[in-house]
């Protein structure tokens, strides 16, 4: 915690699971609301502002295998189960002031029908509004926490203490640049950014199936900061007409995106928030999207940070 507020940033968002947090019976699992509780009082300490992320539960998981369902949409006891976990959850955070810890109720919600989200939504949000009046709740779209999406988004009336979240990563063959789990990481070719993303050469020379990828993420058209820009206009336009704070929780460029790429698009990215007033957190502080390495204790990419840093703070 230390290190991250010396190098400059302001807040964190701290991701737990629920299988940290509780066995498949329901019952707590003390080490980890101990470590929970260490964190956001370091946090505190230091004047670190935090956001907890429920990132995965056993009934939703934002990476789907083809046929299954998430229960969380289909079974109302698990939406009560996640409404329980959240009683749980304020119960040991309530006592952190809320201009430091925020929630943040579920990552990247991936729900057939955008009403069901909706529902989950408006379930969560009145029982935290119980319990915690006047705590930041951080609510994104659905499928991903899409820009695209939030057109379909129901967001609570009358409550000022939201944060309205969406995740960045396009154009996907820059960000995820030959990443083994993903589609686009097939290609294996040129990438250019600011630009077409790939040549017609590149994209003639490719097989039947990676031209199908290059099509379904639009890999041959041009890609820029207006581009980027006009991606974000919704979210900008609704939280700015509803006069609720933007956050960008997740972006970042992969480790084996060539670094003429990832900084020309991080430049973009950090413009973009500068103009629009969209706060962030980028994926992530190290492992393979982050620039910094805990186990030599020093920068892995300092030009990213350096770009990072690069932005000015919030209005």
Not at 52 to 59: A, E, F, G
Not at 230 to 253: P, S
Not at 292 to 306: A, F, I, S, V
């Amino acid at each position: 915690m230390i290190r991250i507020k010396e190098l400059g940033f302001d807040h964190i968002r701290l991701p737990i699971d629920e299988v940290q947090f509780w066995d498949e019976q329901g019952n707590r699992l003390d080490e980890a609301w101990q470590l929970l509780t260490n964190a956001l009082e370091w946090c505190c300490k230091y004047n670190l502002r935090v956001i907890v992320d429920l990132h995965t539960l056993r009934s939703h998981n934002f990476v789907l295998q083809e046929g299954q369902k998430n229960a969380l949409y289909e079974d109302p006891a698990e939406l009560q189960k996640l409404i329980e976990m959240w009683n749980q959850l304020s119960a040991q955070m309530k006592r952190f002031p809320v201009d430091m810890v925020a929630y943040e109720f579920m990552n990247e919600p991936v729900a057939d029908d955008p009403e069901q989200w909706n529902q989950v939504v408006e379930k969560v949000h009145a029982a935290l509004r119980k319990l915690e009046p006047d705590r930041k709740l951080v609510i994104g779209s659905n499928r991903w926490q899409s820009v695209g999406t939030f057109k379909d988004l129901r967001i609570p009336k009358d409550d000022k203490n939201i944060i309205l979240s969406f995740h960045y990563y396009n154009p996907m063959f820059v960000t995820h640049y030959r990443a083994s789990w993903t589609d686009v990481g097939r290609f294996t070719g040129t990438v250019t950014y600011p630009g077409q993303l790939i040549s017609n050469q590149d994209y003639e020379q490719a097989s039947e199936q990676v031209q199908k990828i290059i099509h379904e993420n639009e890999g041959l058209t041009q890609w820029n900061r207006d581009r980027i820009r006009n991606d974000m206009a919704d979210a900008i336009k609704l939280a700015k007409d509803l006069g609720l704070q933007l956050f960008c929780g997740e972006w970042g460029a992969y480790q084996r995106t060539p670094r003429d790429l990832a900084y020309a698009w991080m430049k973009d990215m950090i413009s973009i928030f500068d103009e629009c007033n969209i706060a962030w957190t980028v994926w992530c502080y190290d492992a393979d999207f982050g620039f910094w390495d805990q186990r030599t204790h020093d920068y892995k990419d300092k030009p990213m940070y350096e770009i990072l840093t690069s932005g000015k703070a919030l209005k």
